[in-house]
């Protein structure tokens, strides 16, 4: 049928209609807030270039998660700024290190709060590498045993979700297994399958205080030219298994995000990261683009192109966003 007998405007022609036909939509139980969680009392410092986004010491994650539930939103993912850091990494599996304790209290706070956990070494290492290096290069097989170390101890304290984010080869296996072995079968891994080499994790490396003090993660993340590839790297992490695959960054990458939803039927997460929101959040305050809308829009196009799940430093907002509607 066409034109005069059909016309598409008849289905956008006011508010109700349009909702009634809308393909995809956003909701607050579908996104993911991280939190960096720093030492002392009664901090929450907030990040200059990631607007609207504070460290927070462990006594305010009663609050914090008291108001992402208020929100609709169940799910953290947590990072952890240690005060002491070392070539190995230990501060990520140490019993009483800095995630180790914002787990129990949330766990303890706000059980219902699903609690995932960043899996890597570069907010631990002093080189801020995300494994430990022999003669000055990040060594695999090493690191792989000291993550499943971490994964293990984040699962002792109750994490929910485990998320290995440091990009070595076969990980994710030994990650299942250690887990396995320890009677944790049960907890998921949400891999970050694809993970790019990308200037957009800047604010994040501020925030985190991980950037590495030499070199640059290209020998473990992915180039930016490649899209092949990163269905051979989550066909891999499948094999190991995976739970749920990620994708990261998500807004420059959504060729990649559909790519894998076609090939997977696991759930695809797509990371929304600090540069991405950073964007936003400066045009914004330069008055040149309306921001609310801006980002709804960028997270509308996250889920189009075939993601389920969203981590994004806009979680909040989005869900007042949708609750004032
Ligand atoms: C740790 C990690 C990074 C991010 C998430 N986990 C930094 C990096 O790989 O350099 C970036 C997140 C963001 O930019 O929002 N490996």
């Not at 019993?95 to 059980?111: T, V, Y």
């Not at 984010?165 to 296996?173: I, K, L, Y």
């Not at 887990?179 to 399958?193: G, H, K, R, T």
């Not at 997270?299 to 981590?311: C, E, N, Q, V």
């Amino acid at each position: 049928m066409d034109f005069p007998d059909y016309r598409p405007r008849r289905l956008r022609v006011n508010q109700a209609m349009r909702s009634l036909v809308q393909e995809h939509q956003i909701v607050a139980s579908q996104l993911i807030y991280p939190l960096f969680i720093t030492e002392g009392k009664n901090i929450r410092q907030p990040i200059p270039s990631m607007p609207g986004v504070s460290r927070l010491s462990v006594d305010q994650l009663k609050r914090e998660a008291e108001e992402l539930l208020a929100l609709g939103i169940n799910s953290v993912i947590l990072f952890g700024l240690p005060d002491k850091k070392d070539p190995m990494g230990s501060g990520a599996h140490a019993k009483n290190g800095i995630i180790q304790r914002a787990i129990r209290e949330l766990k303890k706070r706000a059980p219902s709060l699903l609690v995932i956990t960043d899996v890597c070494l570069c907010e631990y290492t002093d080189h801020g590498h995300c494994g430990c290096l022999i003669n000055n290069q990040v060594d695999n097989d090493a690191t792989i045993e000291i993550l499943a170390k971490t994964a293990l101890s984040h699962a002792q304290c109750g994490a929910d979700i485990v998320a290995p984010s440091d990009m070595m080869d076969g990980r994710v296996a030994e990650i299942r297994a250690v887990l396995d072995e320890n009677n944790f079968e049960m907890v998921p891994i949400m891999s970050y399958a694809v993970k790019y080499a990308s200037a957009f994790y800047g604010p994040f490396r501020d925030a985190a205080d991980c950037a590495p003090q030499f070199g640059d993660r290209k020998s473990y993340q992915m180039d930016p030219a490649n899209s092949r590839e990163a269905l051979r790297e989550a066909t891999l992490d499948v094999s190991e298994g995976a739970d749920f695959l990620m994708v990261k960054p998500a807004v420059a990458y959504l060729d990649i995000i559909t790519k894998l939803r076609e090939e997977f039927d696991l759930p695809i997460v797509a990371y929304h990261v600090s540069g991405e929101y950073a964007m936003i959040k400066a045009a914004e305050e330069k008055g040149w683009i309306d921001g609310s809308k801006v980002m709804h829009e960028t997270l509308l196009s996250i889920k189009r192109a075939g993601a389920d799940i969203i981590i994004t430093y806009f979680a909040k907002e989005m869900a007042k966003l949708l609750m004032n509607k």
